[in-house]
């Protein structure tokens, strides 16, 4: 399985982006699926997360400007964040937990981060 993330880039505060995740390989299906960020000296954090059932959960700090979404027949995963500001500034990874035979635990992936940087 491999999780392939786009969207990231340079915008300036107050912009908007929306970031996108796409599942692939054997696939049986989708138990969540997530985004995290990361900033140089600090922990990986989770800033959103959406469940097979279309549960959300939001980090503090983006809640009500941030917004995940998620097509898992499609295997995809967005993450819409408005109103951005200089701290939202990181890296930004797609994390799934799939299944890839019915009737498993599932395993939890990784996608290479996409770079988001907030600056005027």
């Known amino acids: 399985v491999q999780l392939q993330a786009c969207g990231g880039g340079l915008v300036q505060p107050g912009g908007s982006l929306r970031l996108s995740c796409a599942a692939s390989?054997?696939?049986?299906?989708?138990?969540?699926m997530a985004w995290h960020r990361q900033t140089p000296g600090k922990q990986r954090e989770l800033v959103a997360v959406i469940t097979s059932t279309g549960l959300t959960k939001y980090l503090e700090s983006v809640k009500g400007r941030f917004t995940i979404s998620g097509d898992f027949t499609q295997n995809m995963v967005y993450l819409q964040m408005n109103d951005l500001e200089p701290e939202d500034t990181a890296v930004y990874y797609c994390?799934?937990?799939?299944?890839?035979?019915?009737?498993?635990?599932?395993?939890?992936?990784w996608g290479k981060g996409t770079q988001v940087t907030v600056s005027s």
């Open positions: 994390n799934a937990d799939i299944r890839r035979r019915a009737f498993t635990r599932g395993d939890n992936y």
């Open positions: 390989g054997r696939i049986s299906s989708i138990i969540n």
